[in-house]
Structures are given as C-alpha cells and as structure tokens.
Nanobody, 124 residues
Framework: QVQLVESGGGLVQAGGSLRLSCTAS????????QGWFRQAPGKDREFVAA???????RYADSAKGRFTISRDIAKNTVYLQMNSLKVEDTALYYC??????????????????WGQGTQVTVSS
C-alpha cells in the first residue's frame, strides 16, 4: 500500500515562496504519475501540477510561470516549488500518485493514492 506524506506548508506573505515535499513509502516514483492538487474552503479540489506517466510535466494555468514540480526518484520524493505566491493560492495542498497510464493527469479521480495534505496560507 502506497502512503504519501506531505510537508513544507506554512504561512507566507504574498510574493514569497514555499517548497512542498511529498515522500512515498510502499511504492516508487520511478514509474507512474504524481500530482499536486489543492482545495480551498468551500471549493472543489483543483489540479495544480503533475508528472505524466512518461515523465513530462503539466501545470494548471494558475501555476504556470510561478510553480515548478520536480522529483528525486532516489528519495521517492516529489516537490512543488511555489514562487510569487498570491493570497488566492491559500489552500490545503495534496500530493497524489497513480501507477496506471492515463491522460487525465488533472483529474483527481484518476489518482488512487493521496497524502493527508499540508496547509499553505498566503497573507496580504
């Protein structure tokens, strides 16, 4: 059973940066898809960034140019570097993983494994 643990969230001022980490146990990031999603209070969970099964990256429009997804396969860890943070980036950020090939990298229902989330709060 794959278990994912996120870390790195916190409180930051608008314009600041944070780096989120997601470490897997019981599985490997050398294959499959890994993604970051977020959910603000009262809103649906939304896609942020992901690695496709082929190792390419995808970003939500809101993340392009500001966020970067990366991974260290040897450490079984995926990162989300977030720069130029905005108040509207405030949310609970989740890491997700899947072993099956799918074009639906931005669809949360295509990921069977999820972390518990890490809170990111951006103040004005």
């Amino acid at each position: 059973q794959v278990q994912l643990v996120e870390s790195g969230g916190g409180l930051v001022q608008a314009g600041g940066s944070l780096r989120l980490s997601c470490t897997a146990s019981g599985g490997t990031f050398s294959r499959g898809r890994q993604g970051w999603f977020r959910q603000a209070p009262g809103k649906d969970r939304e896609f942020v960034a992901a690695f496709t099964w082929f190792g390419t990256t995808r970003y939500a429009d809101s993340a392009k140019g500001r966020f970067t997804i990366s991974r260290d396969i040897a450490k079984n860890t995926v990162y989300l570097q977030m720069n130029s943070l905005k108040v509207e980036d405030t949310a609970l950020y989740y890491c997700a993983a899947a072993s099956l090939v799918s074009d639906a990298v931005s669809n949360p229902t295509s990921y069977p494994y999820w972390g518990q989330g890490t809170q990111v709060t951006v103040s004005s």
